[in-house]
């Protein structure tokens, strides 16, 4: 019984590219919350975890793509209603 790996074995670069899909799904979902709520956090993290998941080089481009999207409109959003409303925060 072989409780290791075989020492001629070499990693893959598979769990980092899992690592980036994974990325890029996640600044999708957390971008597209951000519209809802928490965007002034949630929007900064959905951009920075898109650049890095396209940085890596993720098979889901359009998914990055989008939650990059999606971060700068959390960021948009923010600023408008803040301008809407006069005041540091929004709330409606």
Known sequence: MQLTAPATARPTAAPTRR?????????????????????????????ALAAAALWRGTKRRGRAFLGLTLGVADLAVLVIVMQMSNTVSWSL
Not at 21 to 42: E, K, Q, R, T, Y
């Open 19 to 47: 690592d980036a899909d994974g990325m890029a799904v996640a600044s999708f979902i957390l971008g597209l919350l951000g519209l809802l709520v928490l965007n002034v956090f949630l929007g900064p993290i959905a951009i």
